[in-house]
């Protein structure tokens, strides 16, 4: 039998990383709505039928693109084993040092613009920001309601998140987290603990 040998493409490592890395820029910079599969591979310099050899669809290529810096559930206890008191004050600074050093706020700012016209990202962004993250941070300050609680914590966030990242508000896109960790921790310390 002539041709190739059996196994993987030549090069094949290396295509998925460029793809990967397309799809990391489109989907941070355009949003899942308007980047499409055609686009990513033109990008990367790979004919389209890579792009779901490697990752099925543009759901899945979007997940594969979205893996966060972080592990949440460490970044949940480590926030909590600081103790309540200061909490809200840690949640924006933590919040505000992961965001910062990821490179491009890539993935994050990703779903952040996705969750805006794609109902698939909205729900992964919920997800991971209520269930896995800000839900247990309010059962964790101990306060009644702690599902409300989350909510009202997701609201900051994400409202910081779109004012610093998407739409650079000024100061508040240029401020440093040690400027904005206090302000707008005491709001979030009201949600964890105060009364609703």
């Known amino acids: 039998m002539t041709g190739q040998p059996a ?10 990383e460029a793809i990967l890395a397309a799809a990391k820029e489109a989907f941070a910079t355009q949003g899942y709505a308007a980047t499409s ?18 990752f099925g669809s543009k759901d899945g290529l979007f997940e594969a693109a979205i893996e966060l810096p972080v592990e949440p559930g460490a970044l949940v206890d480590g926030l909590l084993a600081g103790g309540v ?17 990821t490179p491009g706020q890539g993935p994050m700012l990703a779903m952040l613009r996705s969750a805006v016209s794609h109902e698939d990202s909205a729900a992964k962004l919920r997800e991971l920001l209520l269930r896995v993250i800000l839900r247990p941070l309010a059962h964790g300050a101990g306060g009644d309601q702690p599902d409300r609680r989350a909510a009202l914590l997701a609201s900051q966030v994400v ?6 990242y998407v739409l650079k508000l000024e100061p508040i896109a240029s401020a440093s987290p040690d400027q904005l960790a206090p302000v707008m921790g005491k709001t979030l310390q009201r949600y964890l603990t105060g009364p609703l």
């Open 7 to 16: 196994g993987r493409r030549p090069g094949e490592s290396g295509t998925r």
């Open 37 to 54: 599969l055609r686009s990513v591979a033109r990008t990367a310099g790979v004919d389209p039928s890579l792009v779901t050899h490697f």
């Open 85 to 101: 008191g200061s909490l809200g004050e840690r949640i924006v600074r933590t919040f505000l040092l992961v965001w910062d050093s």
């Open 159 to 164: 409202g910081l998140a779109m004012t610093r």
